[in-house]
């Protein structure tokens, strides 16, 4: 008990508290203050007095102050949230706010049109390329119709040769000058139409500068019908001049563009009723 | 309270700035004559406490006790750095009259006017320490040298003189 008045009594304790000790002293005080409670209890009661003696000397800082140090114990924080001001300073502030917030609705406003503007712009691009597309297409697909409409056309004109009892077939015979020559005429006296089926054209295909060409023999003479070529997917039927009255129809080979009369040993085929 | 500024709560720091800045303040600006400078100190100090918060433990003593030696040692370092010197060294000779006036005077502020019966009860020599020791920031080794008087006797006055101080709370 002695050595813990006498420890009191070097004063040892006001300096610990007024932060005027050693490191040492400081760990040594520290350690009695633990192991006795009247050093804790006396420590105590120093501390107590120099706070009140503190607070009798207070001096109220500026009250600017306030806001100041309340801010940069945050900005040394890296806290970028602000303090509230003293409450009269608040509301003072509270005016300006309606401010500055419709000045930043105006400014999203603004960014949103002109994003949406940009966007529309890229979406007629793409619809104007996808019309173009289109337009092609049906282009393609119209003339697509056409030549399905003529081939129609034409079948239709086909069938009715086959159809017509007033046609009458002949198969024109090679002669002695192209003996496997062969050629099918169909021809309708009542309606004057002749017609051949190039599918059953048998002749060489003709060069560029010849074509050949059809006759009918009207009364023991030739009178011209056409020409027509021979090529290597030629299947359909031809209609050729019209001729009211033959005894036979024969194919020769002539230049292009047909001859006023038959070359006749260039003949091919022929045949008689 | 320790709790919260522990867990760095806003809130917290706020209150111990209204309940303490008085106080801290009151300390820091008779150690700091010049206005701004203290305020500066002030600032610092509430930012250091912030800062260093998590090297406080209530085992070691009271918070104020903490508050007010970080305040003292952070008010005598910016006495003595050798910008606040030089700074003093640069004013203007005219001036200079005033300015050691206020340096040397913590006494006669205005502000210190209520607390003037309190010091009053203490003797003398009693006061004189106590000035130079938490006011003027000086250790009690600098105490001894300035009045000329033997460490042990600076020590047993510090405490008579805080002893009397709790003679006058209580």
Redesign the interface.
């Known amino acids: 008990m002695e050595d813990i008045k006498a420890y009191m ?4 304790l ?2 610990y ?4 000790v050693s490191p040492q002293e400081k760990l040594q005080v ?1 350690e009695m203050a633990a192991k006795h409670p009247l050093i804790k209890a006396e ?20 009250e600017a ?2 806001d ?3 801010n ?3 900005t ?2 890296n ?1 970028d ?1 602000t ?1 509230s001001a003293v409450a009269d300073k608040t509301e003072a502030n509270v005016v300006s706010l309606p401010a500055a917030k419709s000045n930043s609705f105006y400014k999203y406003a603004f960014a949103a049109c002109l994003a949406l503007l940009l966007a529309s712009g890229a979406a007629l691009i793409s619809l104007y390329g996808k019309l173009q597309d289109s337009y092609s297409q049906i282009a393609t697909l119209q003339t697509n119709n056409q030549h399905f409409a003529n081939q129609v056309n034409f079948k239709e004109g086909e069938l009715q040769v086959l159809r017509d009892t007033s046609f009458k077939f002949l198969k024109l015979q090679g002669t002695a000058h192209a003996p496997d020559a062969g050629l099918t005429v169909a021809w309708s006296p009542a309606r004057k139409k002749v017609w051949i089926d190039l599918r059953s054209l048998k002749m060489p295909a003709n060069d560029s500068t010849h074509q050949y060409q059809l006759w009918a023999l009207v009364s023991g003479k030739p009178v011209d019908l056409g020409v027509f070529d021979k090529t290597a997917d030629s299947a359909d039927m031809k209609e050729m001049k019209s001729t009211a009255s033959a005894d036979a129809f024969a194919v020769t080979l002539e230049p292009k563009g047909g001859s006023v009369s038959p070359t006749m040993d260039q003949m091919m085929v022929i045949g008689k009723f | 309270m320790v709790l919260a500024l522990r867990n760095r709560e806003k809130i917290a720091i706020e209150a111990l700035y209204d309940m303490y800045s008085s106080s801290l303040y009151g300390v820091i600006s008779r150690i700091i004559i010049d206005t701004t400078t203290s305020e500066d100190v002030l600032q610092e100090t509430f930012v250091k406490i912030w800062h260093s918060f998590s090297s406080y433990s209530t085992e070691k003593g009271r918070l104020f006790t903490w508050m007010i030696n970080i305040a003292r040692n952070l008010a005598i370092d910016k006495l003595r750095s050798k910008d606040f010197k030089n700074q003093n060294k640069n004013q203007e000779l005219e001036n200079n009259v005033t300015s050691i006036d206020e340096q040397r005077n913590t006494i006669y502020k205005p502000e210190l006017l209520g607390i003037k019966d309190l010091v009053e009860t203490l003797k003398p020599e009693q006061k004189s320490i106590l000035d130079l020791v938490y006011f003027k920031g000086y250790t009690h080794v600098e105490a001894a040298e300035e009045l000329g008087i033997p460490l042990g006797t600076i020590k047993t006055r510090l405490r008579m003189a805080i002893q009397q101080l709790r003679k006058h709370f209580n």
């Open positions: 009594e070097t004063g040892i006001e300096l508290v007024l932060g005027d520290e420590l105590e009661e120093i501390e107590l007095s120099m706070e009140l003696f503190a607070q009798e000397n207070a001096i109220e800082p500026a102050l306030r100041r140090v309340l940069s114990v945050l040394n924080f806290d949230s303090f």
